[in-house]
Structure formats: C-alpha cells, structure tokens
C-alpha cells in the first residue's frame, strides 16, 4: 500500500483478516505534496521530518500487519544529490536502528527518471551502493522490474547481479505500467530467472490495471502464475 495512512490501520487489518490476506509492505509518507517532497528521506534539512514519517510507519506496520518499508528517499535538485546522500544514509541508519527492534526490514527503490523526474536515485547500481555501504541486515533492496526496464534494462542480468541484497520483487508491463501479459518484458522469463536464482520472497503485482481489476488477473492464467 502505498500512501495508507489516511485509514486506520485497525481496519486495514480487520479488512485483511477477513479476506484472508497479509499486507506485505508500505511506503513512508510522501511529505508535502504542495512542495513536491516525494518523500524525505535524502532532503537536507528535514531529517527530523523524516524521522517522524519513520516512526509513523513503524507504528502502522505494527497495527496493521505491514511487514516491510519502502523508505522513499525524495526528489533532489542535482547539484545537492551529494550533499542529500549523506543525508540519506545517516538518516538510514537512524531508522535502521529503529525498525530492527521489530525485526521490519527497509527496502531502497530507484524510480526510473521517465515517470518520476528529479527522485533522488534512478538506477539499482545506486540503492545498492548504499546497501553496501551501509551493510546493514534489514536495509534491503527493491526490485522493481518496471522501474529497472524503463530507466535501465538489461533486467534478467541485474537480477543475477543484486539478488543477494533483494529484499522485494515488484513487476508491471512495461512501457504501459498495465498488467504483465503485454509489453517489452518475457515475464515468464523473469519468473524463471526468480526461480534459478532461488528468491524466496514475494513478487509484488504494482501494476495499474488497463480495466477491472478482477477481469485484468487472467493475466496469472496466461503467464502460468498462481497466486
């Protein structure tokens, strides 16, 4: 879920419970939308800020049954993208520290610059250095296929190289951002790499669906997923 925090997360739990699902993951909140924050985790200046959306989402995953965080780092005028990762990576530290104690790990996503120009990070080859950088246990990666076709490419090698710091896998069509079954990318390609590679986590479907929802999931039947 990505911005959930305007419904209580007792009743995204009981909504959970009741349909037999797990809520796997959230995003730290996006700040002021006004100014154009995308988040604040890598903004000089707001560190204090960012620290109170962490706590926010802490508090959420634990009422919720949220299991995971993507900390959203920000868009960053270039000529401060120095300055702002150092920002990051203290303020990293920081949450680190503090999602630990509820065994929540963080997960790191570059957004490709087509949809989202200016955010901090583009590519995996950044999230990754800071991971390993940081070489901390729970601060992991997020592997967004749409976001890695679209900025990048070169998918299935990406995956081999940054499997062991993938924490999430995340698809969609690419260039529609719809369903999987259409595009750019051989999904069940992608799906086998997942499996050769022994990923053991979830593949999270972040797609917009090109009609009704319940209608687009043929898409599981086609490609040969099971859900």
């Given at each position: 879920m990505h911005c959930p925090y305007d419904v209580p997360a007792a009743e995204v739990a009981a909504s959970a419970r009741r349909n037999g699902l797990r809520l796997l993951g959230i995003n730290t909140a996006l700040g002021d939308a006004q100014r154009g924050d995308r988040g604040l985790g890598a903004l000089p200046g707001r560190e204090r800020e960012f620290q109170a959306t962490l706590d926010q989402s802490i508090a959420y995953c634990l009422a919720s049954g949220a299991s995971a965080i993507h900390v959203m780092?920000?868009?960053?005028?270039?000529?401060?993208?120095q300055r702002a990762r150092a920002v990051f990576a203290q303020n990293l530290r920081v949450a680190a520290a503090k999602a630990a104690v509820h065994d929540l790990p963080l997960l790191l996503e570059a957004l490709n610059?087509?949809?989202?120009?200016?955010?901090?990070?583009?590519t995996v080859a950044e999230a990754a250095a800071l991971i390993e950088e940081l070489a901390l246990p729970n601060i992991k990666l997020q592997f967004d296929v749409y976001h890695v076709a679209c900025g990048e490419g070169d998918v299935l090698k990406k995956l081999e190289r940054y499997m062991p710091l993938i924490g999430n896998v995340q698809i969609?069509?690419?260039p529609s951002r719809a369903e999987p079954d259409e595009g750019e990318i051989a999904y069940p390609a992608v799906f086998a790499a997942l499996d050769a590679l022994g990923y053991p986590g979830w593949v999270g479907c972040e797609y917009r669906p090109r009609g009704d929802p319940a209608e687009g999931l043929r898409w599981t039947r086609t490609l040969g997923v099971t859900l």
């Open positions: 780092a920000g868009n960053v005028p270039v000529t401060d993208r610059p087509r949809d989202n120009p200016g955010y901090f990070y583009s969609a069509a690419v």
